[in-house]
């Protein structure tokens, strides 16, 4: 059986359960799901205002968890795990220096990733205004009374509204072009195609996204409409009952997808050569797609990949910390890939800057959050 991390490495790290998934690089049925995130009460209609509305307060209310409750997690040990996935993306493909937009940052749980590759500007974009509050503190420092952090070595500027009803263009006409646009959040695929438009059209080089994937066969030899484990559950509509697909509409397969202490919303499926080809007539190459479990394979042997993952502890910390993540947890993480889109025809060399000390600020008020709406 597969697992996923070198097993002979040397690291002290425990290793992520066996899993009963095993990676095949070579399947085609993976499947990209597109992610309307939300709470079981607001699923119904994810293309109304309302339904964005809904979004907002929902993470708006969730309140910044002690460290306390954060250990108690059911899924910490996957959230660790998705946080040293990211912070590897965010190395390997930042620069010192890159202008980042970063869509949906809520409390901007990346700000340190962003800080640690030395970028040089940043704006988040989130649309619950509680979120974006949390992440104008967190960047002042004064988040965590009891450990308050040294301040961050780029400008900002945040933003509070929907990344898919306002025009871009306009609204950040005076910060493009980025570097890099991190996307965490997922609408539908007509908002996101647009969203690449924009992207296109301002310059961006690289976009990382981490995005959920689920692979059809899973389904497909479940027995019933649903499948899962202690931390997760995916349900699929009663129509898809006899687990037949048509090719000639491969949008539109909604499934529910439940994950304990995280999310609880609708998705629709979207077959990953699908996604590939817009992406690709949209002006973007696809220069990674990594499942999770091979992502950990793959960077688990890079020495400073495993001392980030030991500072991390999703995996223990090589010593005292002997708990790691449980076999549900790992089989979650299958389900998850990152990938990496980059503009077509844009050497690596060609930063759009260099610092934007001339923009953002280096401590913001309250009234600096710019309230955008698509009056805009
Ligand atoms: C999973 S969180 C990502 C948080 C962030 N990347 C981090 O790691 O801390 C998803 C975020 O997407 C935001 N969001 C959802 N729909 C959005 C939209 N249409 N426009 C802007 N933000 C949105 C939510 O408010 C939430 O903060």
Wanted: proline share 3%.
């Amino acid at each position: 059986m597969k697992r996923g991390y070198d097993e002979s490495s040397s690291s002290g790290l425990l290793g992520p359960p066996q899993s009963k998934f095993k990676y095949n690089p070579e399947i085609e049925a993976y499947l990209v799901s597109i992610c309307c995130p939300g709470d079981a009460e607001f699923l119904e209609d994810a293309s109304t205002k309302i339904f964005a509305r809904k979004v907002a307060d929902h993470y708006s209310a969730r309140t910044n968890q002690t460290l306390e409750e954060r250990e108690a997690s059911p899924i910490i040990h996957l959230k660790k795990l998705n946080n040293w996935i990211k912070s590897v993306l965010i190395q390997l493909y930042t620069r010192k220096g890159d202008a980042v937009l970063d869509l949906a940052c809520g409390k901007g749980g990346d700000l340190i990733k962003w800080d640690k590759a030395k970028i040089g500007y940043y704006v988040g974009i989130d649309i619950a205004d509680g979120s974006i509050e949390d992440c104008r503190t967190r960047y002042n420092g004064d988040a965590d009374h009891h450990q308050r952090r040294k301040k961050f070595s780029f400008p900002a500027r945040l933003l509070c509204g929907d990344c898919y009803e306002v025009r871009l263009d306009k609204v950040l006409a005076d910060d493009a072009p980025f570097d890099v646009c991190s996307c965490q959040v997922r609408n539908n695929m007509n908002n996101d195609l647009s969203l690449m438009i924009y992207l296109n059209d301002n310059g961006f080089n690289k976009i990382l996204v981490a995005i959920l994937l689920t692979e059809l066969s899973t389904f497909c030899v479940a027995d019933g409409l649903a499948f899962g484990n202690s931390v997760y559950w995916i349900r699929f509509d009663e129509e898809f009952e006899n687990k037949k697909f048509r090719s000639s509409s491969p949008f539109g397969i909604k499934y529910k997808f439940h994950l304990e202490d995280a999310v609880d919303c609708p998705e629709w499926i979207v077959p990953f050569d699908v996604f590939k080809s817009l992406a690709e007539e949209y002006g973007f190459e696809l220069v990674l797609v990594k499942n999770a479990h091979a992502f950990v394979d793959e960077y688990l042997k890079i020495p400073e990949y495993i001392e980030l993952m030991r500072r991390l502890g999703a995996l223990g910390d090589g010593k005292d910390d002997q708990s790691t993540l449980s076999q549900d947890e790992w089989e979650v993480a299958y389900l998850y890939s990152a990938f990496v889109l980059k503009k077509r025809g844009q050497p690596e060399q060609s930063r759009t800057t260099s610092g934007r000390w001339d923009k953002g600020k280096m401590h913001l008020l309250k009234q600096d959050i710019m309230h955008i709406s698509d009056e805009v």
